[in-house]
């Protein structure tokens, strides 16, 4: 196998219509192969030691061996292999898909509905295909690292810049971004942070409805800070957490001389509704020097435009480091643009922020 070869697929569904979609899906995509197809997770255990793959797409509900029983079974046998849940757009599926994540899956996609597959296909088939993509690529390029007897260096990344306002500047949000990977560093993250936190939290996780809402309560779970969807139009107060809800942009305005949020359905960024960017330009705006930004792992770009936005008016950015993200791709590209601040895991990126607020500044 070539880091240049297609991405094999695992397949994991006990509905032939579902199967039938996802293999239409990328049957003319010369960069994915779905190698094999599977009815329950029993069988593709099976397959799985007979064969190799780069990534799997696993349904929750299915006879046998369900989903969920399956990501630990399949975790013995290959522990880094890439798993991408296919779920139900309902709250069932969408709290079975977070158990997923909570036990290790990768990422998790809206399963297509089998009475309007035409529009399911549209919605799901480029972000399907991305996370297939990067996931697969990111295993196969971590496999030939490991087959080889010397890795390579790791590059040095750029500095920083020093910020402007950084000795006077007294945060006043903290705003983070995330994606792939991003709901279990966000509840390492915030368990970490303290249940005394007295900043409001705006946080943009790319996740689709429903999705969002069950984050917030698993944010408040690990937390004990009050967490919720942000709804449009809402004074933001110290000492809680305001999650984008799926599919919307949220933002922060200026109204009658408060910081409200500010829900937009305005066109995706980044390939993403909710996106960070919008997110971290908008705290930009309201709040000038007086934020703290965080990005946790996620694939592709998303926030890196929007740290510099940010870096400019003097705020810092904090990423997540390489090896405890799942993707490295939106901390790494702000990080390899010279914008971070600090690269950290997140128990260490809540210890220092915490740290950064009960000591009133920014260094």
């Known amino acids: 196998m070539t880091l240049n070869s297609p991405v094999k697929v695992l397949l994991v569904d006990d509905s032939a219509v579902c199967r039938g979609f996802i293999l239409r899906l990328f049957e003319k995509d010369a960069q994915i192969d779905v190698h094999a197809v599977a009815t329950n997770g029993k069988e593709a255990l099976e397959k799985i ?42 709250g069932p599926g969408a709290q079975a898909s977070l158990e997923a994540l909570e036990l290790g899956a990768s990422d998790c996609v809206l399963k297509p509905s089998t009475t309007s597959v035409v529009k399911d296909f549209q919605s799901i088939q ?16 971590e496999k030939g690292r490991k087959s080889t007897t010397q890795a390579p260096p790791p590059k040095a990344l750029p ?27 966000l509840v390492e993250f915030f368990a970490s ?19 969002t809402q069950i984050l917030a309560e698993r944010l408040e ?21 305001y999650v984008a809800p799926g599919d919307i942009h949220m ?3 200026k109204s009658g001389g408060k910081e409200v949020i500010s829900l937009e359905k305005s066109p995706p960024e980044n390939f993403c ?53 799942v993707i490295w791709g939106m901390p790494g590209a702000i990080a390899s643009a010279g914008l971070a601040t600090e690269i950290l895991p997140p128990i260490e990126l809540a210890r220092l922020i915490r740290k950064i607020v009960k000591g009133g500044s920014q260094k």
Not at 159 to 183: C, D, F, Q, Y
Not at 225 to 239: H, R, S, Y
């Open 49 to 90: 030691k007979r064969q190799d793959f780069d990534v799997v797409i696993l349904d929750v509900e299915m006879p046998v061996m369900n989903g969920l029983q399956a990501i630990p079974e399949i975790q013995k046998e290959k522990p880094d292999l890439p798993i991408i849940m296919a779920s139900a757009l309902t």
């Open 126 to 141: 480029g972000e399907l295909t991305r996370k297939v993509l990067q996931l697969g690529q990111r295993y196969k390029t």
């Open 159 to 185: 500095k920083a810049s020093p910020r402007e306002n950084s000795k006077t500047s007294t945060p006043h949000v903290l705003a983070i971004g995330a994606s792939t990977g991003g709901p279990n560093a």
């Open 193 to 211: 942070l303290g249940k005394d936190f007295p900043l409001p939290v705006l946080v943009t996780q790319h996740m689709p409805p429903l999705f």
């Open 221 to 241: 779970k690990a937390s004990l800070i009050q967490a919720a969807e942000a709804e449009d139009g809402e004074v933001i107060k110290p000492g809680k957490i």
């Open 251 to 253: 933002l922060v305005k």
């Open 273 to 325: 509704r909710p996106a960070v960017d919008p997110l971290f330009r908008s705290v930009g705006d309201c709040y000038k020097s007086n934020a703290i930004a965080c990005v946790f792992t996620g694939m592709g770009e998303d926030g890196k435009s929007g740290a510099e936005y940010l870096s400019k008016k003097g705020v810092p950015i904090y990423v997540q480091d390489r090896e405890s993200s």
